[in-house]
């Protein structure tokens, strides 16, 4: 069975910094397509970040340059580090994760599981 489990959501001010964590099991992190999410109010899921079998990633317009996913297998976790974070950054982010990355709005992501969620919020 596939488990996805984010941390290390919180408060922090414009430009600052912080890594979130996907735990997963039920498969190996590197084996398969991965990504972040995220979701403010009102707002549709977008996709931030993802990564597939091959090591490939790609970002959001919004994050290039500011976010790096990567994954560690000793611990089989997904992260994702978060600079210069702004306030428009403000949202509840999500892990994902499927076999393959499918296109999805321009670019390729994992659709099928998602983990609970873990909320970031930028103050200006």
């Known amino acids: 069975q596939v488990q996805l489990v984010e941390s290390g959501g919180g408060s922090v001010q414009s430009g600052g910094s912080l890594r979130l964590s996907c735990a997963a099991s039920?498969?190996?992190?590197?084996?398969?397509?991965m990504g972040w999410f995220r979701q403010a109010p009102g707002k549709e899921r977008e996709g931030v970040a993802a990564?597939?079998?091959?090591?490939?990633?790609n970002y959001a317009d919004s994050v290039k340059g500011r976010f790096t996913i990567s994954t560690d297998n000793a611990r089989n976790t997904l992260y994702l580090q978060m600079n210069s974070l702004k306030p428009e950054d403000t949202a509840m982010y999500y892990c994902?994760?499927?076999?393959?990355?499918?296109?999805?709005?321009?670019?390729?992501?994992?659709?099928?599981?998602w983990g609970q969620g873990t909320q970031v919020t930028v103050s200006s």
């Open positions: 994902a994760a499927d076999r393959f990355c499918t296109y999805y709005r321009g670019a390729y992501y994992p659709l099928n599981y």
């Open positions: 039920g498969y190996t992190v590197s084996s398969v397509c």
């Open positions: 990564i597939d079998s091959s090591g490939s990633t």
